[in-house]
């Protein structure tokens, strides 16, 4: 078992939790994206998400950030849950749902879950408010 691994389990990150952060799922940036929103939380740790929506629908969702494991892993795991789901259905994950489905984060980073979630939502406050604009 890695170094890491042991210090996350420690830290009280689900095994899903440090797959997600490990393998860097849905890290990395899309080429031409329907919208690309960035959002620095209180802690100081920075989330860039990149959405690509076609007709109301996410087809596909990366994101960058700056920061610790549980901003890396709420990350992942928000992207992985908006694929193929429209903007309304997407709009309705609370950072509950983020924690749920990664089967558990550290209490203490619970925040990440709300960084993650607040970048999508202004991802999407964007992107609907350039769509009003044509």
């Known amino acids: ?12 990150y689900s095994n ?10 849905n890290v ?24 690509k929506i076609e007709s109301n629908v996410i087809k596909d969702a990366k994101f960058q950030a700056v920061g610790c494991a ?24 609370t950072e509950t749902d983020i924690i ?6 550290p209490k203490q980073k619970i925040h990440c879950a709300c960084l993650a979630s607040r970048t999508l939502q202004k991802a999407i406050e964007k992107y609907r408010s350039s769509r009003a604009d044509t």
Do not use: Q, W
């Open 28 to 51: 990395g940036r899309i080429e031409n994206p329907s919208v690309h929103a960035t959002y620095t939380g209180p802690c100081g740790d920075t989330l860039e998400v990149y959405l």
């Open 100 to 105: 749920s489905f990664l089967e558990g984060i």
């Open 1 to 12: 078992m890695s170094e890491v691994r042991r210090l996350l389990e420690k830290s009280g």
């Open 70 to 93: 549980g901003a890396f892993s709420s990350g992942s795991a928000l992207m992985e849950m908006v694929k193929e789901k429209t903007l309304e259905e997407t709009e309705k994950i």
């Open 16 to 25: 899903k939790a440090i797959e997600y952060y490990l393998k860097k799922v």
